[in-house]
C-alpha cells in the first residue's frame, strides 16, 4: 500500500495521524493511504502567493499556453499507466478511464492552444471600447486583468483526471498558481500526475500544490484576491457558500454541482429514426458511463407519451446487456460506483425514488448485486436502474432527488411546451439534450431550456455517428448551470479565464486609453 | 406629512402598524412617513412573475429601450419638482440633487438606446462561435438569453433616483419584471418617480413594484431565477449572502458595496500643473458633493511625500471656503449627511481615525456643527475632514475602516510600486484615479492596480474642464469592484445585462445551430 503525500513547494510530504484509505471499489482491496495532518498550509500558501505567483506572472499567455501543452504531453507519454490506476481505484472500465484521462489531455491542450493564441500578453480586452459621455474627448476600454491570488481547487471523485486538470489549465493560462485537492477516495490517479509533472520539472516553482487530504485552516487564510472553485454536491457547496473565507474575506467561489439533466426526444423520434437511435446510444451511454457518476448525466428522460411503451422496452432490453463488475475483467462493460458511501446512497436513492406513488422500476433495482470477477460479497456494485414515471405532473421526487449513479427515471410528455415546464423544474441543469431535427421544435426548446442551463445539446441525423452526447464537457464550451448546477461558469475558452480575472473599464483621454495595452488580445 | 405607499399590481396601497418617518436632514423637519407592514408579497411577487414577466417577454430590447427612454424623458419633465424633493429629503444642494437625477436619466437614456441597438430580439450572442471537436460538423455558439424570474433591487440613501433607476434600466431591457425597495430615509424621490411613472402609464402592468419598507418575507419567495441586486454597506451584503434565499434557493446575488476609493497625484503632479489642478478639483468635489456619500467617493489620497505639505495647506484652504448648511439657503455649498444614524457613524469614524497613532485632522474634525440656515440644534451637520497620515506604513486604519461622508486622508508615497502596494491594502474598490501623464506610471498603476479595482480613472492634461471626476458612474462603463467593493458587476453597457441573462452553449450539428436564433443580436 502507497502512502500519498501533498506536494507542497516542489517536495513531497506525508501527512501524520490517522490515514484515510483508498480502496479499489471493486474488490474493496486497501491500495493507498492519506492524510495531510501536519501540512503547514501556511507555509504552502505563501509559497503559492510569492514564489508560484512570480513565476507565473513572469509569463506570458503564449508561454504559459506551451507550458499546459507540455503537462497535456506528460499525460499522454504515461497514458497507459494512467488508466491502470483509473481502472484500479476509480472502478473504471478503461473506456471510463479513458474518458478521463483524454479528458484531461485535451482540456490542457485546448487552453494550451488558446494561450498561443492570445499570444505574448497577460491581458485581455473585453469588447469594443466605449464612450461614456458625449465628449469625444473621454474614452473607456474594459480590461480583464489576472487576479493577484491563488487559486483554490476542490475536486470531485468521479474525474481525478480531468477535474485538476481542467481546473488547473484556466487557472495557470491566467498566471495564478494552483492549489488543488482530489477527492480522497480516487486520488491515487491525480497523484500519480503531479508526480509526472514533478519529474518531468515542467512547472515553475510553486506554481502547484496538491494537498490529498482535508484542507486544515487553508480556507481560513485566502482573501479578496483567491479563487476557490469547487466541483462536487450541492450540500457541500452550501457549507462553502456559508464559508467566512466568502462572506467576509471576498474569496471569489464558483461551484459546479450536480444537477438533474434532462433528455428530451422530439416529437419526430419515431421508432428507428436515426435521431431515436442517437437518443437511445446517448441514454445508455450516460446511464452506465462511469457507473452514471457524471455531473452532466442525464437523469431525467422525457418522450412523446404514445413512445413511452416503445422507449421503456428497447431501453429495457438494452440495459440487460449490460455487465457490471471488476472492470480488470474484459466482459465487464460497467463497473462499481466509487464508494461504500456512494453505494448506499445511490441504493437507497433508487429506494427513495421507487418507493415515490407514480414511480415504478422498469428495470435494475437497489438490490444487491454481485459483480462479475469479484471477491465474494464484495465492491460496490449497483444495478443499472431505470425508473418510469407514467404521471409527469405527479411526481416531483424526479425533480428534487438526485441518484447520483446508473439511474435515470423515464417520463412521458405530451407538448413541447410541457416537455420544457418538465425540465424546468429540476431548478437548473448543467446539460440538457434535445434530440430531433424539428426546427420549430428545437428552437422553442432553446428559448424556453436555455436560462435553465449552462449548455444545450442539439442531437439531430446529420450528427450521425459524430456525436459525443450530452454528457461530454469540451475546453471550448461553456460548463456550468444555473440554480441546483451551482450557478457557475468554467471553460467556453476564453470565457472560462474570467473567474481567474478582474473585469477593469479604464477610462480617460482617449488616445491615453486606447494606447495603454497595445499588446492586449482580444479576449472576445 | 405625506403617506408613502407601495406599488403592488397597479395600485398604491399604504401599509399599516408603526410608520417610520422621513425628514428633511437639514432641518429635521418630518417630511412623510412609510410602512409596507399588511402589504402581501406573495400576490406581488406573483403579479410580476406573471403578469409583469410575460408583458416584458413579448416585447424586444428595441421596444423595451423605447420604454426606457420614455421612463426618462418622464423624469425630465418633472426635473425640477424631483431636484426639490432631492433638496428637501436628501439634504442634497441643487448640484447634488442634479447629479443623481440627471444620472438616473442619463442611465436610463443610455439603455434605452442600446436597447433600440440591440434591436428586435430578446437574445444575445456572446462572442464568435466554437468548435469543440476536431470534426466540423459539430459547433457551439453561446448565447446570453434574460432569466425566467424577477430582479429585486435593495437600494441605498445615497442615490435614491440613480440607484432606482440604474438597476431597473438593465433589469427591464433584459426583460426581467423589478421589485424595488428604496432606502427608508430618501423614498421620497424614489416614491414620486414611481407615482410620475405610474400616472404616465408607461410601464407593462407588472413590470415594477416598488416596496418603500421592509421586504418582510419577500426573500423567502426566491427561486433560482430570481436575481438580487443589492448596493450599500458591507454589514448587510453579509447578511444577504449567507441569506437561505441566496445559500440554499439559488437566488443570483450581485453586491455593490462602498470601498476605500484612492486618488493617486502621480511624480509629475507639480503644484500649478493642469494635472494637479484636476487632481485637487476632484479631490474637493469628492469630499463635498452628496456630503462624500457616495460609494466611489475619494477616500484615501495619495501624493508624492516631497509633495504632501503643498497639497496639504492647498486642499485645507479650498475647504476653508465649503459652506456647510442648509441647502435651501443658496450660500450652502454642502449639505447634511442623510440621517442621524449617518451622523453618528461619522463622526465617529473620524473620531475612530484621528485618535489612530500617525493620523492627525488637518480640517474639519468630528466635533459637532451648527448648519448655515438650520434651526438651532437641528440637522446632521458634518466638517468636511481632511486627515493625514504621514507615514503610509504605520496606519492601517486608513485602509480598514470607511467613514462614509466628507472625510479623506491625505497619505505620501515615495514610489509608483509603493503607491500601488499602499492602495491594495484596500481589499478592492470600485473605482481609483490617476492624476499623473507620465506615461510609464500609468501603465504601472493601471496593471497592478486593475486587479483590485472595477474602474480606473486616468486624470490627465489633455482632458481638461471635461473631466467628469472618478466619481460618476456612467452606463457604459463596468460599476463594481472586487473583494471589499463586493466582487459585483453592474453597468458596462451590454456587460451589465449578464447579470439578468444566462450563458448557454448551444451545440449540435453546425448549420442547425447557426440557424438557430437568425436575430440575435451580438453582445459583443
Known amino acids: ?148 491570488g491563488v487559486a483554490v481547487h476542490i475536486n470531485a471523485f468521479n474525474f481525478p483526471a480531468w477535474g485538476l486538470c481542467e481546473k488547473a489549465a484556466v487557472a495557470w493560462l491566467c498566471g495564478l498558481p494552483v492549489i488543488s485537492k482530489p477527492a480522497t477516495s480516487s486520488a491515487l490517479l491525480a497523484y500519480r500526475i503531479v508526480e509526472l509533472w514533478a519529474q518531468a520539472q515542467l512547472l515553475p516553482a510553486g506554481a502547484l500544490t496538491f494537498l490529498p487530504g482535508a484542507l486544515g485552516n487553508l480556507l481560513e487564510l485566502l482573501g479578496e484576491q483567491d479563487v476557490l472553485a469547487f466541483t462536487g454536491s450541492s450540500d457541500t457547496a452550501r457549507l462553502l457558500r456559508r464559508h467566512r473565507a466568502v462572506v467576509e474575506a471576498g474569496v471569489r467561489l464558483n461551484v459546479e454541482a450536480d444537477s438533474l439533466n434532462a433528455a428530451i426526444l422530439g416529437p419526430d423520434g419515431e421508432e428507428g429514426s436515426e435521431v431515436c437511435d442517437l437518443f437511445l446510444t446517448d441514454v445508455l451511454r450516460d446511464l452506465t458511463q462511469k457507473a452514471g457518476q457524471k455531473c452532466t448525466a442525464i437523469r431525467r428522460i422525457y418522450v412523446p407519451a404514445e413512445r413511452l411503451d416503445a422507449v421503456l422496452a428497447e431501453l429495457t432490453d438494452r440495459l440487460a446487456a449490460v455487465r457490471v463488475g471488476n472492470p480488470q475483467d474484459e466482459r465487464v462493460t460497467m463497473g462499481p460506483v466509487a464508494t461504500r458511501t456512494q453505494l448506499e446512497s445511490v441504493r437507497s436513492g433508487i429506494a427513495r425514488l421507487a418507493q415515490t406513488p407514480g414511480i415504478s422500476v422498469a428495470a435494475g433495482g ?31 421526487a424526479v425533480d428534487e432527488h438526485e441518484v447520483f449513479g446508473p439511474v435515470a427515471t423515464l417520463i412521458p410528455y405530451s407538448q413541447a411546451a410541457e416537455a420544457i415546464s418538465l425540465v424546468r ?68 475558452g476564453v470565457r472560462g479565464m474570467q473567474l481567474y480575472m478582474q473585469r477593469c473599464a479604464v477610462m480617460g483621454y482617449k488616445p491615453t486609453v486606447e494606447g495603454l495595452l497595445p499588446g492586449a488580445a482580444r479576449g472576445r
Chains 1, 2 share one sequence.
Open 366 to 396: 437497489a438490490e444487491p448485486l454481485a459483480g462479475i470477477a469479484a471477491p465474494e460479497g464484495r465492491g460496490y456494485f449497483v444495478r443499472p436502474t431505470l425508473l418510469v414515471c407514467r404521471d409527469p405532473q405527479g411526481a416531483s
Open 1 to 148: 500500500m502507497i502512502t500519498l503525500r501533498s506536494y507542497v513547494a516542489e517536495e513531497f510530504v506525508a501527512g501524520g495521524g490517522a490515514q484515510a484509505v483508498l480502496v479499489n471499489p471493486a474488490t474493496e482491496e486497501p491500495l493507498a493511504q492519506t492524510s495531510t495532518h501536519g501540512v503547514d498550509f501556511e507555509r504552502a500558501l505563501r509559497h503559492a502567493r510569492t514564489t508560484g505567483a512570480a513565476a507565473l506572472r513572469a509569463m506570458n499567455f503564449a508561454s504559459r499556453g506551451s507550458l499546459l501543452l507540455a503537462a497535456g504531453k506528460t499525460l499522454h507519454a504515461h497514458r497507459d499507466e494512467l488508466i491502470g490506476l483509473a481502472v484500479h481505484n476509480g472502478g473504471n472500465t478503461r473506456g471510463d478511464a479513458k474518458f478521463d484521462i483524454d479528458g484531461a489531455i485535451a482540456t490542457l491542450t485546448a487552453y494550451g492552444e488558446l494561450g498561443q493564441r492570445l499570444g505574448e500578453t497577460n491581458h485581455l480586452r473585453d469588447g469594443e471600447g466605449e464612450q461614456p459621455m458625449r465628449s469625444a474627448k473621454l474614452w473607456g476600454e474594459h480590461l480583464w486583468l489576472p487576479r493577484c
Open 425 to 492: 423544474r429540476g431548478g437548473g441543469c448543467l446539460v440538457t439534450s434535445l434530440y430531433s431535427d424539428d426546427r420549430g421544435f428545437v428552437s422553442e426548446a432553446v428559448l424556453g431550456l436555455g436560462p435553465y442551463h449552462g449548455r444545450l445539446f442539439l442531437g439531430g441525423a446529420k450528427l450521425g455517428g459524430q456525436s459525443p452526447g450530452p454528457g461530454t464537457v469540451f475546453a471550448a464550451l461553456n460548463h456550468g448551470g444555473p440554480g441546483r448546477a451551482g450557478d457557475g461558469h468554467e471553460l467556453g
